[in-house]
């Protein structure tokens, strides 16, 4: 589990979630969703991102409460800018 601290040491930091469907914020192949373990395994091959912390959470939908999954991937600092293949 990731402390404030380490997320604090990251140049770049995502939240993906089961609960929405996004774009990656680097090169905007669609993530989240249905797609979840997918997008992390991307964020971490193609731009070098680390997962930081997986767990669950409870959203208010329309229909009641529902549970989620959300995970937490970033980028140390110590990794440069030019190896992320970040467009
Ligand atoms: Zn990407």
Do not use: D, Q, Y
């Given at each position: 589990m990731a402390t404030n601290e380490a997320i604090d040491q990251m140049q770049h930091v995502v939240h993906i979630s089961t609960g929405i469907s996004t774009?990656?914020?680097?090169?905007?192949?669609?993530?989240g969703g249905d797609r979840?373990?997918?997008?992390?395994n991307h964020y971490i091959q193609e731009h070098r991102y680390r997962l930081?912390?997986?767990g669950q959470q409870t959203e208010d939908g329309s229909e009641g409460p529902y549970q989620?999954?959300?995970?937490v991937l970033g980028v140390?600092?110590?990794?440069?800018?030019d190896s992320l293949k970040i467009i």
């Open positions: 774009g990656c914020k680097h090169c905007r192949t669609p993530i979840f373990a997918e997008a992390i930081l912390h997986v989620t999954t959300v995970a140390p600092l110590a990794v440069s800018e």
